[in-house]
């Protein structure tokens, strides 16, 4: 099994930033992925960014340009720094991870989420 814990959630101002950090601890293998979904009031759950255990990145396009998501690999920590934070970014931010097991097929997680709240 994996847990994932999320920190660095709260409220910001309108223009703001914040970091979130998400680290990943148990049974994760070599080859994993692991992203940021978050869910708006009025919003079903949508990507914010993912992360490729070789570095490459895919952002949603709300927020592409402003959020960049990065990893250290030997300490399974994911983060997401948020930039030029609007209205519309407040949400639960939950993190993500996906891995394969030769054995038992896919393998999803979820984190228990963070909120974010930006206000104007």
């Known amino acids: 099994q994996v847990q994932l814990v999320e920190s660095g959630g709260g409220s910001v101002q309108e223009g703001g930033s914040l970091t979130l950090s998400c680290a990943a601890s148990?049974?994760?293998?070599?080859?994993?992925?692991m992203a940021w979904y978050r869910e708006g009031p009025g919003h079903q759950r949508e990507l914010a960014a993912r992360?490729?255990?070789?570095?490459?990145?895919t952002y949603g396009d709300s927020v592409k340009g402003r959020f960049s998501i990065s990893r250290h690999n030997d300490k399974n920590t994911v983060y997401l720094v948020m930039n030029s934070l609007q209205v519309e970014d407040t949400a639960v931010y939950y993190c993500?991870?996906?891995?394969?097991?030769?054995?038992?097929?896919?393998?999803?997680?979820w984190g228990q989420g963070t909120q974010v709240t930006v206000s104007s």
């Open positions: 148990g049974k994760v293998f070599n080859v994993h992925r």
């Open positions: 992360i490729t255990t070789n570095g490459v990145t």
């Open positions: 993500n991870l996906e891995q394969v097991s030769i054995n038992t097929g896919s393998q999803t997680y």
